[in-house]
């Protein structure tokens, strides 16, 4: 009697192992959110072609240059 009531336990618990393996797994699958567009700023490369980069990827701290302020480093760069 005890030997059939061993079996049938393991049994129970193979099969709830598996069920909750392939849970776990599906859950994984399909839980996935997929990401919306992130939001990108057109910016020019060095070389002069025009590339897109993710904002999340910018580290400046979104500080404005004044209008002197960039007429002087465009005098300082002709200079050079």
Excluded: C, N, Y
Excluded at 59 to 70: F, N, Q, W
């Amino acid at each position: 009697m005890k030997e059939v009531q061993k079996s049938q336990s393991r049994k129970k618990f193979l099969l709830s192992s598996a069920a909750a393996l392939s849970s776990v797994t599906a859950l994984r699958f399909f839980g996935r959110t997929k990401k919306g567009k992130s939001e990108t700023v057109k910016m020019l490369a060095q070389d002069g072609t025009l590339v897109e980069i993710d904002k999340e990827h910018l580290v400046s701290p979104h500080k404005k240059i004044t209008d002197s302020e960039l007429q002087h480093w465009i005098k300082t760069k002709q200079k050079q």
